[in-house]
């Protein structure tokens, strides 16, 4: 069994930066596609990001030029960078391995002044 561990939510200001980690226990995770997904309340939760093992990174319109996702497959680790937040970004995020039943248990973030 894969898990995952998220790290770096909180309480962030309109306009300010937040940058999550989500640390995988699996040695093969470098073959895994690794996505962000949020889940604000009463709302569907929704890809944020997605980064496929050779790197190449896709976002969902709102987060573009806002958000950043990488990885580190040395230290099984995929991160999101997220800048210029606004209130709209709080919910709570989750790290996903594509086409697998891995999920993480979620780390809030919540934008407001």
């Known amino acids: 069994q894969v898990q995952l561990v998220e790290s770096g939510g909180g309480l962030v200001q309109p306009g300010g930066s937040l940058r999550l980690s989500c640390a995988a226990s699996?040695?093969?995770?470098?073959?895994?596609?690794m996505e962000w997904y949020r889940q604000a309340p009463g709302k569907q939760r929704a890809l944020v990001a997605r980064v496929t093992s050779g790197g190449t990174t896709s976002y969902t319109d709102s987060v573009k030029g806002r958000f950043t996702i990488s990885r580190d497959n040395a230290k099984r680790t995929v991160a999101l960078q997220m800048n210029s937040l606004k209130p709209e970004d709080t919910a709570v995020y989750y790290c996903?391995?594509?086409?697998?039943?891995?999920w993480g248990q979620g780390t809030q973030v919540t934008v407001s002044s």
């Open positions: 996903h391995a594509r086409y697998t039943n891995y």
């Open positions: 699996t040695t093969i995770f470098s073959d895994y596609t």
